[in-house]
């Protein structure tokens, strides 16, 4: 019950929200990650500001990432040179060695606040969250995705 509410919370302000869909998916991870991990009051003050300090320093990487790799990539990737195509992988080498980093670092500061257990059902759950997510779109565009082996 206590669950609901928060999320019920979290949504209505997510509604209320400037940023539009951005915030909607923010305030439903939100509330998403909280029920999956179980956090009490107190697990829930200290790990989401942690969580969103290092959820925002990989979505700056990822806006890196998309502006200057996958960007020159759907220009025309057959006008790039060898030493171009060795650049753009060097960038992208650093940027995962980049998220690496950030994520011992957030479950460093993680440790601290809640358990090796819901570290773990945290990387479940942000799974579990991006699929669901995706699921979504793709049924509400009609697309299934690609066909293929099971």
């Known amino acids: 019950m206590k669950h609901l509410i928060i999320f019920l919370i ?3 302000t997510a509604v209320q929200a400037q940023d539009g869909k951005h915030e909607k998916i923010k305030a439903l991870k939100t509330a998403y990650i909280t029920e999956q991990l ?12 942690i969580y969103n300090k290092y959820d925002e320093k990989f979505h700056e ?3 890196i990432e998309k502006s200057e790799i996958f960007k020159k990539l759907n220009e025309n ?6 030493e171009e195509a060795n650049e753009l992988i060097n960038k992208s080498l650093i940027i995962e060695n ?3 980093e950030l994520l011992q670092q957030r479950t460093t500061e993680l440790r601290t606040v809640i358990s090796a257990k819901k570290i773990i059902a945290l990387k479940k759950a942000e799974y579990n969250f991006k699929k669901e ?7 509400s ?3 299934k995705g690609p066909k293929g082996p099971k």
């Open 10 to 12: 979290i949504l209505t």
């Open 38 to 49: 179980a956090l009490t009051s107190a697990e829930a003050q200290k790990f989401w500001p």
């Open 61 to 63: 990487l990822r806006k």
């Open 77 to 82: 990737l057959e006008m790039l040179t060898e």
């Open 98 to 100: 980049q998220e690496v």
């Open 133 to 139: 997510l995706l699921d979504r779109y793709r049924n």
């Open 141 to 143: 565009k009609g697309d």
